[in-house]
């Protein structure tokens, strides 16, 4: 720890503001603190096991928290999103230059904002929430992914692809971590065989909206001149390392 603490860090607020952790986490103070990118953290970032085993983002923020006692996999997915953005300013400054429409567009990553989220749909400390599906009536139980779901779901598709190439379940894969119960009834069997076969496409559509309008997150969008609405701001490789193609 007194190693970490030689490097200058900020403080980051974090989309959920805490509310969904549990009392004893010390995510509950809703901001994390993170050092400023070093030369080790740019190791990091090009080390080709990492890369290789598509966890080298995760390295980085890891690496970039300062309080140990934090566990990584419990962040809500939305409040890694807001880490991530932090990682690149704090590493390499606030302007990302990307294309957009065959030009070069500037953000200023430090005028993101979290989005807003209504607080009454929560019980404090406990991520679960509830559903009514519109077509069918059922209610379903449901919690927002963390990144140790996130990594369940990725390696249970990796497995689906080496029996079958042509499989492309993500959207029920995802379903199944997020859905704790369907009417009551929790069993990890009811819920497969619901998203499998009973969950209609326009009930699966909606809940799926439902969750994107209450999920705290950060707004990873820009607005063109052009646009009617935000565009969502590409994360490319150079968003974390933007000497990539020198």
């Given at each position: 720890m007194e190693q970490e603490k030689k490097f200058p860090s900020e403080v980051i607020d974090l989309p959920s503001k805490g509310l969904l952790y549990s009392a004893d986490s010390p995510l509950k103070s809703g901001t994390i603190e993170m050092k400023y990118m070093t030369a080790k953290?740019?190791?990091i970032l090009t080390n080709q096991n990492y890369i290789t085993r598509g966890v080298v983002i995760d390295k980085l923020l890891q690496?970039?928290?300062?309080?140990k006692n934090i566990k990584y996999g419990d962040l809500l997915i939305g409040d890694k999103n807001a880490l991530l953005v932090a990682a690149r300013i704090?590493?390499?400054g606030k302007d990302y230059d990307f294309t957009y429409q065959g030009e070069k567009v500037t953000v200023d990553l430090s005028e993101i904002n979290n989005k807003a989220f209504d607080e009454s749909k929560l019980t404090d400390g406990k991520n679960e929430f509830e559903y009514t599906l519109p077509t069918t009536g059922d209610k379903i139980t449901f919690k927002l992914l963390t990144h140790s779901d996130e990594y369940k779901i990725d390696q249970e598709l990796k497995g689906l692809k080496k029996m079958n190439k042509d499989a492309s379940p993500e959207v029920s894969t995802r379903l199944k971590y997020m859905i704790l119960g369907i009417n009551g009834n929790g069993e990890t069997k009811t819920i497969r065989e619901f998203v499998d076969n009973r969950f209609l496409a326009r009930d699966s559509r909606s809940f799926r909206k439902y969750v994107a309008d209450i999920q705290p997150d950060v707004?990873?969008?820009f607005y063109?001149?052009?646009a009617e609405e935000g565009v969502a701001i590409p994360i490319g490789v150079n968003f974390l390392w933007p000497d990539a193609d020198l």
């Open positions: 953290e740019e190791d690496s970039l928290i300062v309080d704090l590493g390499y707004d990873l969008k063109p001149e052009d």
